[in-house]
């Protein structure tokens, strides 16, 4: 869904909501938020949750919550949520149901999240981009909480395409690649690139014995290789991105 239908569901639903989540990812905190929602639901009470934490650097996560605006939550998706979340929530709770619209980029964990936070696994989840089809609500309880499809930002960068939040074919995989290779000396680790070897897709190929037709180094493989291994949670802490400065 692109940013402009969002804004159009954003602006419908935001008079029959108490709380909003903003989901986003603890590895790239910054280029897998969506800044324009806080804007949009301004007057509705809302909170950052950043999943993926059991894949983010211990330091950086101490150095982001520093900086991100509270209310802010880390947290593994995968696992029950943190009470500390739950309770933010349920302080909330009036006359039920609660009602609560969930809202990120795509694949940053939004479904599972709305799962651990039901109980119940409610909402379809899926390792790729574009899972939730269109906005549905899921009602567990007290809760009614809305899952609503990615949201695609005007202009996405290239470290939240890494982190397979942006759909394919939306991005160019190698670029994608060189950023995971720039930014995360485990990965220049994990493909064997010597300290006194040039950090490459090339070098990544020539280690992992990636040659195309004719012996020529398939930098399309070794790109491939680097997002599925991040991906996967092969190559950890997967920290893309730290506050400034850091
Ligand atoms: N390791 C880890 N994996 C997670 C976490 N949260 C979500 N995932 C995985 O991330 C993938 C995407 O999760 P979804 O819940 O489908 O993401 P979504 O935001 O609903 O995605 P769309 O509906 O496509 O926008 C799944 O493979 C989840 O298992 C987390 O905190 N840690
Ligand atoms: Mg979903």
Redesign the pocket.
């Known amino acids: 869904m692109h940013m402009q239908r969002a804004e159009m569901v954003l602006r419908d639903a935001r008079h029959h909501l108490d709380l909003w989540l903003e989901?986003a990812d603890?590895r790239a905190p910054q280029s897998s938020r969506l800044p324009r929602l806080r804007h949009l639901l301004a007057e509705v009470e809302g909170a950052l949750v950043l999943?993926?934490?059991?894949?983010a650097d211990r330091e950086a996560v101490l150095a982001w919550q520093e900086v991100l605006p509270e209310p802010c939550f880390f947290?593994?998706?995968?696992?029950t949520a943190p009470n500390a979340l739950r309770r933010w929530i349920m302080n909330h709770m009036g006359r039920p149901p609660l009602r609560i619209f969930v809202a990120?980029?795509?694949?940053?964990?939004?479904?599972?999240?709305?799962?651990r936070l039901a109980g119940a696994r409610v909402?379809?989840?899926?390792?790729?981009?574009?899972?939730?089809?269109a906005e549905t609500w899921v009602r567990r309880g007290d809760l009614a909480i809305l899952?609503?499809?990615?949201i695609m930002p005007r202009q996405p960068g290239i470290v939240a395409a890494a982190l397979?939040l942006v759909p394919e074919g939306q991005y160019d995989p190698m670029e994608a690649a060189m950023a995971v290779l720039d930014r995360l000396p485990g990965a220049a680790d994990r493909f064997g690139i010597d300290v006194d070897q040039e950090v490459s897709l090339a070098s990544v190929a020539a280690n992992q014995h990636l040659v195309g037709k004719g012996g020529s180094l398939n930098l399309e493989r070794a790109a491939a290789k680097v997002l599925q291994d991040l991906r996967s949670?092969r190559i950890v802490p997967a920290q893309l991105e730290w506050p400034d400065g850091q």
């Not at 947290?75 to 696992?79: L, W």
């Not at 909402?123 to 089809?133: E, K, L, N």
Request: charged share 15%; no cysteine; proline share 7%.
């Open positions: 989901v603890a999943t993926h934490v059991d894949q947290v593994n998706a995968r696992q990120g980029l795509p694949n940053v964990g939004k479904s599972t999240l709305i799962n909402a379809p989840v899926g390792a790729r981009a574009g899972v939730t089809r899952d609503l499809p990615g397979g949670g």
